[in-house]
């Protein structure tokens, strides 16, 4: 990828809205801008000041293609750190890729996915883990992921990162210039200094990989499987929980027989609802493949939702079910309260604890007069994130990438203690320090190759 070339692209979405982007980035996007922008007083784009906003067309070979605002920013003031131009036009689809294809046949070549992102790494305007935070804003699915993905955006990674690694730089540099200059700096006990600083920098590192649970949850959502015996009511909850008809309901048992996915934002967390075939046993080959399905399923889900029907008794089948999410978060809904109980909640949690499931939350509702459901959002909230989450000052790792390397600095340092406590010489101190600072620095893209950054990038959309 030649770095040098100014690169265009769509930015908005490509369908039909009230306006369309056209992104240009380099050293030649004034030129190129120049070369098809008109205007009724024939200005020049490349005279004007930047930060401005014009009105204008794009024209090409004396043929208007549509009126325009166009946008002039000069680097290093801009995201890319270069000079940007971005044309707003009408947006249709089919407008806003002849005003790319104009800017392309005038110098502009297409840019590939993520790299006017790219580009602002490269030109120091952001770190690996900012850049990374851009796309998860774009992709974002709930309130939490949203801020958490902002706040590392506005640096809160880098910054944590960087005071780390300057910690252990510090002590790098202390013990290589001792061993070079060992008549002027005295590392005599030295180990023990190191030792307690070292296990300090650990314990912050394992503060912030005991985040990184709840923060894949907060990216990606709360795996969650509706588990029940057939004609429980799994289909009408998971109604409930979507606001509309998606599962198809009756009175007949077994009518879900495949697996259902939805995501559902839930008081500002994500829940990506399976809902399964009805756990029971039988001898219709096309019903036992959904119910090892649903088992499969719950088997990897971060939550399991066990729906059981107030109105009738508790079977073999409720039995095996309570058996199965022995160890695993579950929830237990006592359904259609609105009917005559056969199965009260004083009953059910005496089983469940029979069952070695005695802290399983039990809630009573009625998917069919949606009552209960407010009681449920609360228990998930509570279940996973403890309360009210608060992103003012703690930072919450949400990529595997970060809790990849967090892990292996970790594991650098507890060499480091390792050779103090065994009276191994000092330059095995520093060995070790210096894979945990580079290994930390692969967070930030300071110690990173050059696939890795093109792997990342290439996960972004075109135009980003």
């Not at 090409?60 to 920013?73: A, S």
């Not at 029971?280 to 399905?293: H, L, P, S």
């Amino acid at each position: 990828m030649e770095n040098n070339h100014t690169i265009a692209a769509i930015s908005t979405a490509m369908a039909e809205s009230g306006i369309g982007i056209v992104r240009m980035s380099g050293e030649e996007a004034f030129a190129i801008a120049d070369k098809i922008y008109k205007n009724k007083k024939g200005k020049r784009l490349s005279d004007q000041k930047t930060h401005t906003i014009h009105y204008g067309f794009i024209e090409e070979e004396g043929k208007v293609i549509d009126e325009v605002l166009v946008m002039l920013m000069r680097g290093p003031h801009t995201f890319t750190g270069e000079d940007t131009v971005e044309i707003d036009c009408h947006g249709g689809v089919y407008v806003v890729k002849k005003i790319l294809e104009a800017c392309i046949r005038n110098g502009a070549r297409p840019a590939q996915p993520g790299e006017f992102t790219k580009r602002a790494f490269l030109n120091g305007k952001m770190d690996l883990s900012q850049a990374e935070a851009v796309i998860d804003v774009i992709q974002s699915q709930n309130d939490y992921a949203l801020k958490s993905s902002l706040k590392q955006l506005r640096g809160s990674v880098k910054e944590k990162i960087s005071d780390l690694r300057n910690k252990i730089i510090y002590h790098t540099a202390f013990i290589e210039s001792a061993l070079d200059d060992p008549e002027h700096i005295s590392i005599d006990g030295y180990g023990n200094v190191l030792k307690k600083e070292t296990k300090e920098i650990i314990e912050e590192i394992e503060t912030l990989l005991k985040t990184a649970d709840d923060g894949r949850i907060i990216r990606e959502g709360i795996n969650t499987v509706i588990l029940g015996k057939p004609n429980a009511g799994k289909s009408s909850l998971l109604n409930v929980l979507l606001g509309e008809e998606r599962a198809i309901v009756t009175e007949i048992a077994g009518t879900t027989r495949d697996i259902l996915q939805e995501t559902i934002n839930l008081q500002g967390i994500s829940l990506n609802i399976i809902d399964t075939a009805g756990i029971r046993n039988t001898d219709d080959k096309v019903e036992k493949i959904g119910v090892d399905k649903a088992k499969d399923y719950a088997k990897e889900a971060d939550l399991i939702i066990y729906v059981v029907d107030s109105s009738n008794d508790l079977d073999e089948n409720d039995y095996e079910i309570m058996k199965f999410i022995q160890g695993k978060k579950s929830i237990l809904l006592l359904n259609k309260s609105d009917l005559e109980r056969k199965v009260t909640k004083e009953e059910i949690k005496k089983i469940c604890k029979e069952y070695n499931i005695e802290n399983i939350p039990v809630i009573e509702i009625s998917a069919k007069e949606e009552k209960g459901i407010d009681r449920l959002e609360e228990i998930v909230k509570e279940m996973f994130y403890h309360g009210e989450i608060s992103f003012n000052n703690e930072i919450y790792i949400t990529n595997i990438r970060h809790k990849t390397a967090l892990e292996r600095a970790k594991d650098s340092l507890m060499k480091v203690i390792e050779s103090i406590e065994n009276d191994m010489p000092e330059d095995f101190y520093s060995i070790d320090l210096m894979d945990a600072y580079e290994t930390l620095g692969s967070i930030t893209g300071e110690m990173v190759g050059e696939d890795l950054v093109n792997e990342i990038f290439s996960k972004f959309c075109m135009g980003k």
